[in-house]
């Protein structure tokens, strides 16, 4: 990172629980003669502030489901999703944006996140519009730039100008735009090279650390995982089957779903 960035007011290394949810569940249709399907089966996971929590499962898991819920875009068919200890409503707009500032997404291909007639500078800028976030726009774009090891000469380019990698580095300034506490990534990595790769996760470990930012990653790769995430929550069917801090999942697991998983991942970290 060129600069240094500052953790505003934001205690790193707090561990209050900051997204917590409590026996989520989601259904999707369902009729008189025919039942709903189970996207989530009652799910509890705690986030706590400045961590980072991994999720994984294999397709038809939950994990999107549980993405959407998190990012708000979604409401569980029942339990509850709390942000630093209040219910989430989303009929309540002023708490849903404030909790949309808070919780920013990163998706897996920036090839299809990034307005190709956008420039940089209008990509990473607006976040701040759709949230009106007020203050010197211009000013904040470049320090974001700066974070994710971009020039400000980067602003006026569009994203075909750029590498898989870069864009990326864009996608995540983007995300930062409106100083957010949790940082989704929706396979944040898994569409990039692997020597790109382990410079894309080396930025969100640092962003992670020096902005104290707190980081959910939900993805079917136990690797990826593994490097970047302190905790591990292993998702099956739209059930946790297990849960804890990664190295012991990732040495001990508990559950054969789990150690089927791990069977899979040619490297572990
Ligand atoms: N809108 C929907 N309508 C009906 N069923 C749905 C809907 N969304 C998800 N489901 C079902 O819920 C289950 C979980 O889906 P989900 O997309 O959350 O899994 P996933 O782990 O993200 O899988 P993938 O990696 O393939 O996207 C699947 O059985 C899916 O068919």
């Known amino acids: 990172m060129s600069d240094q960035p500052t953790s505003g007011d934001r205690p790193v290394g707090d561990a209050a629980p900051l997204v917590a949810l409590d026996r989520v569940r989601r259904e999707f249709g369902g009729s008189r003669r025919t039942p709903p399907t189970t996207a989530l089966a009652g799910v509890d996971l705690t986030v706590r502030a400045g961590r980072s929590v991994g999720i ?28 630093r200890g209040a219910p989430l409503d989303r009929r309540d707009r002023a708490l849903m944006r404030r909790y949309r500032r808070e919780v920013q997404v990163v998706l897996q291909d920036p090839r299809t996140s990034l307005d190709p ?25 470049d320090e974001v730039l700066g974070w994710v090891g971009l020039d400000p000469d ?15 580095r864009i996608a995540i300034a983007r995300a930062l735009a409106p100083s957010p506490s949790v940082l989704v990534g929706d396979e944040p990595v898994s569409a990039l090279d692997v020597s790109v790769r382990e410079q894309v996760m080396d930025l969100l470990r640092g ?18 995982v593994g490097q970047l995430c302190e905790e591990t929550v292993v998702l099956r069917g739209g059930e946790v089957v297990e849960a804890g801090p990664t190295r012991e999942v990732l040495t001990r697991p508990a559950a054969a779903y789990t150690r089927e998983l791990l069977a899979a991942v040619p490297t572990l970290p």
């Open 56 to 83: 994984v499962g294999e397709s038809g898991a939950g994990k999107s489901t549980l993405l959407r819920l998190l990012l708000g875009l979604d409401s569980p068919t029942s339990g509850t999703i709390a942000y």
């Open 117 to 141: 007639r956008m420039t940089v500078a209008r990509i990473v800028a607006e976040p701040l519009r759709s949230l009106r976030i007020g203050g010197d726009v211009s000013a904040r774009v």
């Open 154 to 168: 980067a602003r006026t380019k569009y994203p075909a100008q750029f590498s898989g990698g870069q864009r990326q």
């Open 207 to 224: 962003l992670q650390r020096d902005l104290g930012l707190t980081l959910v990653l939900v993805s079917h790769d136990m690797a990826i």
